[in-house]
């Protein structure tokens, strides 16, 4: 494996008494397509939380290209150029869909990523792009928040169920434009509970059951039994 | 003839509270704090500008631009070192904590400055007046109301147009994803204060150029404020300013009726329009 971008070693997580993960580790290398598959309750959105800072942990348990971030505030990890499209997308309502767009931008990290080739990967958001965001259908606000976790030019994107709720054809649509936002160097973080869709985007799959990892592979070499052993843990 | 003379006065003096209310109705939008200590603070921008003026040997309007930095600064390190330690999911703790600061303040201002009226003296100004028709206005009032139109459609642009106004915004809407778009919310919260305080150092100001004060006055002040922006509607700017200004007419008008009327007849019209319509009269519509 080349050399991680992302390096997660014995992570701990918690909410109050309540323990989500247990001694997580997984390495993401540079430039790859991981995938998280679990089921419902499994871990993963904490895990996506663990790393972008929203839940602070060990220091030392998340390292972003050799540094310790686990402790970091969730403001300084996205200024490393770590952004997460989060579960439920979360768009900002009072913000119109281009406001949330520019929020995104708002650090001014460098990379290819403005308003106009934003509007390019999704030419609806430009005709819309006056109104407030929670006024889109969802697959339209899944594409302002990928958008919007885009335009801080990331190293690392993650993206927590972004197909949640969404009909069939706008999953399709929003992974087709997939391949054209990694590549240029970006590491890409994919967590789905449509495991096929997982496998096809991913080089390599971590399966999480009960707050711990049961399977991590190349995605093209996992079974599809030791996946369903994985998942359930039967 | 006397009562238009009323509703024109009640206007102006509406306007002074639209200053007390708006910097109320910044920080509950931006964080959602209950400031008890607002009242206070407007006070102690009045005795800062007093010994400002009296230092310095200048008028209150040149004090008023070394005011505004002053209490804005002071708003920040207030947030920063204070108040953010006690913000959380419960609104208690820094209501509290707010109520200890308005106490404090009041001791100190009574300390320093003893409980006599104080007056900021802006000289010949201040019984200035010019007629409209058959209405007699003061230049001061006037001045006043045209500096609340002005702060607010200040704020209504910092919070629409600007950079710092989007993150307000934000994270008013959701603070933990505001943060993911590496906005500090301490900072952010720091500067909503700041701006807070800015606000609150004109009004005190004017405060202190219209009516004599002292070290107890802040309570009501805070009420006016309070009703002023419960009868806008939250979160709305210009809607807080008609909360201003309906609630200096009612107060001029049952001052008309009876002197001893006017700060309870604002209260009467605050608490009717409580009740018909609980949102305020403009409330902002989103989800
Ligand atoms: N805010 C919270 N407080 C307490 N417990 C929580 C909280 N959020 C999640 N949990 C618990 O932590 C565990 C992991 O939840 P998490 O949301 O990470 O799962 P997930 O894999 O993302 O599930 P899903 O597929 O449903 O999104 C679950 O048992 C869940 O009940
Ligand atoms: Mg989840």
């Keep these: 494996m080349p050399e991680p971008i992302l390096s997660i070693e014995g992570l701990d997580a918690h909410y109050g008494d309540f323990q989500a993960l247990y001694g997580l580790s997984m390495q993401v290398a540079r430039g790859e397509v991981a995938a998280v598959i679990g089921a419902n309750g499994a871990g993963k959105t904490t895990l996506m939380r663990s790393v972008s800072g929203l839940i602070r942990n060990q220091p030392q348990a998340i390292r972003f290209r050799g540094q310790p971030i686990g402790g970091l505030r969730a403001d300084q990890v996205a200024a490393l150029g770590i952004a997460l499209v989060p579960e439920g997308r979360l768009l900002f309502p009072s913000l119109s869909v281009e406001e949330n767009l520019i929020i995104g931008g708002q650090m001014g990290r460098p990379g290819p990523w403005n308003l106009p080739r934003l509007y390019d990967l999704f030419p609806i958001l430009r005709e819309r792009r006056h109104v407030p965001a929670t006024a889109l259908s969802g697959g339209q606000q899944q594409m302002v928040a990928i958008g919007r976790a885009l ?9 927590d169920e972004i197909s949640l709720g969404l009909a069939p054809v706008v999953i399709k649509s929003i992974y ?22 997982a496998l096809s985007v991913s080089s390599r799959v971590t399966c999480l059951q009960e707050g711990r990892v049961s399977l991590s592979g190349a995605s093209a070499q996992v079974t599809r039994d030791a996946i369903s052993r994985a998942y359930f843990g039967v | 003839m006397d ?11 509406g306007g002074l509270y639209a200053m007390f209310a708006a910097g109320l109705s910044l920080i509950f939008g931006v964080m959602r704090l209950v400031n008890i ?5 407007i006070v ?4 800062v500008a007093l010994s400002g003026a009296m230092l310095l040997g200048v008028s209150p309007f040149v004090v008023l631009i070394l005011a505004v930095p002053v209490m804005a600064a002071f708003g920040y390190l207030l947030q920063r070192l204070v108040l953010n330690r006690t913000m959380g999911d419960d609104i208690l703790p820094p209501l509290l904590v707010t109520f200890g600061l308005s106490v404090i303040i009041q001791n100190a201002l009574l300390a320093a400055y003893s409980a006599d009226p104080q007056k900021l003296q802006a000289g010949a100004i201040e019984t200035a007046a010019f007629a409209i028709g058959p209405i007699t206005v003061g230049v001061m009032p006037v001045i006043v109301f045209a500096t609340a139109v ?28 505001a943060q993911l778009m590496g906005l500090n919310r301490a900072h952010v919260f720091g500067l909503a204060m700041a701006l807070s305080m800015a606000v609150t150092a004109v009004a005190g100001v004017f405060l202190g150029m219209r009516t004599s004060f002292d070290p107890a006055i802040g309570g009501s002040r805070l009420i006016f404020g309070f009703e002023a922006v419960i009868i806008g509607g939250l979160g709305n700017l210009w809607g807080t300013l008609a909360g201003g200004v309906i609630l200096g007419v009612a107060q001029t008008l049952g ?12 209260h009467v019209v605050f608490l009717f329009i409580l009740a018909v319509r609980p949102r305020g009269l403009f409330p902002r519509i989103d989800g």
């Excluded at chain 1, 087709?176 to 096929?196: F, H, M, R, S, Y």
């Excluded at chain 2, 009562?3 to 003096?13: D, K, M, S, Y």
């Excluded at chain 2, 001052?255 to 006017?262: R, T």
Aim: hydrophobic share 50%; proline share 3%.
């Design chain 2, 44 to 47: 102690l921008s009045a005795y």
């Design chain 1, 176 to 197: 087709e434009a997939l391949p054209g936002i990694v590549g240029e160097g970006l590491t890409a973080i994919v967590v789905e509970q449509d495991i096929a869709k």
């Design chain 2, 3 to 13: 009562w238009v003379n009323a509703v024109v006065q009640g206007t102006l003096l």
């Design chain 2, 150 to 177: 002005a702060v607010i459609a200040g704020l209504q642009w910092v919070f629409y147009h600007t950079a710092l106004g989007r993150a307000f915004r934000a994270t008013s809407d959701r603070q933990d994803i």
């Design chain 1, 151 to 159: 335009m801080s030019n990331p190293d690392l994107l993650m993206m």
């Design chain 2, 37 to 41: 200590a607002h009242g206070d603070l």
């Design chain 2, 255 to 266: 001052a008309k009726l009876h002197p001893g009327f006017q700060v309870l007849s604002g």
